[in-house]
């Protein structure tokens, strides 16, 4: 990343909304290692936490490694038609999934706990995305907000068969039945892709508890007419508390904006505050 043209902003916000005893959701964003990622946990007695907080740590820790160094020694096979990024972020995927399925197995306690895992991971000036689950990545910019990743869920297939409209699936009552994710199978088919961004794109990744209160375009309002990405997060959890708050809500956003202007807007701050 070091001869990289622009550098990233990013802000993250997560809230337990209005109606759950405790937040199950994760969070992990780290500009400097390039590395963004929500996990929404699931299971009974508090087993959803220990879910999310495992995916976070397995999926961040085995792939720093990797993210600095294009010429790290990849420790395993390449499968057949897969880059090698594309394989380092298959392992990282497998690592969280084996520690949670296995955690869940020998403990009773955690016996069918599970979480999402959507993740936007700068490798070496590619956007890559990483996604299980129903959590999203959104790419935002001035005039649009395009949805970049497919939930992983019942609703979801229905859309994609026709036998759904996506308004009616805004409010179907097996909206939050989910068809993969992490914990739960000792197989893994997760979602990667490589997404094109421009400077100024904004991509937000969030749990379910923020697009299920509120709509694409109220999220795209907030993000483009807040002054920076912290507000803007703020402001997203608030409008889905506002909404009603049914669930754990997490945002993660992050901006690639030009290095240059960056440092213009510094001694811009330096000079008003003299
Ligand atoms: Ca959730």
Same mark, same amino acid.
């Given at each position: 990343m070091t001869d990289s043209y622009w550098t990233i902003e990013t802000a993250a916000a997560t809230d337990r909304g209005r109606r759950r005893a405790e937040n199950e959701d994760a969070y992990f964003c780290d500009a400097s290692i390039g590395i963004f990622m929500v996990a929404d946990g699931m299971g009974g007695a508090n087993a959803g936490e220990v879910a999310s907080a495992m995916s976070v740590d397995k999926f961040v820790g085995f792939l720093e490694p990797f993210l600095g160094d294009e010429d790290a020694t990849i420790p395993?096979?390449?499968?057949?038609?897969? *880059? @090698? #990024?594309?394989?380092?972020?298959m392992q990282a995927a497998l690592s969280a999934n084996s520690a949670v399925y296995e955690k869940a197995n020998e403990d009773p306690d955690h016996r069918?706990?599970?979480?999402?895992?959507t993740a936007a991971i700068v490798f070496h000036n590619d956007l890559y995305i990483t996604?299980?689950? *129903? @959590? #999203?990545?959104?790419?935002?910019?001035?005039?649009?907000?395009?949805?970049?990743?497919?939930?992983?869920?019942?609703?979801q297939e229905m859309v994609s068969q026709g036998l759904l409209t996506e308004?009616?699936?805004?409010?179907?009552?097996?909206?939050?039945?989910?068809?993969r994710c992490i914990g739960r199978k000792k197989?893994?088919?997760?979602?990667?892709?490589?997404i094109d961004f421009d400077l100024a794109d904004t991509f937000l990744l969030c749990s379910d508890g923020l697009n299920d209160m509120v709509p694409d375009d109220v999220i795209h309002r907030i993000v483009t007419e807040s002054l920076d990405l912290e507000i803007?997060?703020?402001?997203?959890?608030?409008a889905a508390n506002d909404r009603g708050g049914r669930d754990n809500i997490t945002v993660v956003l992050l901006r690639f904006v030009?290095?240059?202007?960056?440092t213009i807007d510094t001694y811009g701050d330096q000079d008003q505050e003299n």
């Open positions: 395993f096979e390449l499968q057949e038609n897969e *880059d @090698s #990024r594309t394989t380092v972020l069918g706990m599970g979480s999402t895992l996604h299980i689950g *129903d @959590s #999203r990545c959104y790419r935002i910019r001035t005039d649009t907000i395009d949805q970049i990743t497919a939930d992983h869920s019942k609703v308004e009616a699936a805004r409010s179907h009552p097996q909206r939050n039945i989910i068809t197989k893994l088919k997760p979602d990667i892709f490589t803007a997060a703020t402001r997203l959890v608030n030009p290095e240059s202007t960056e």
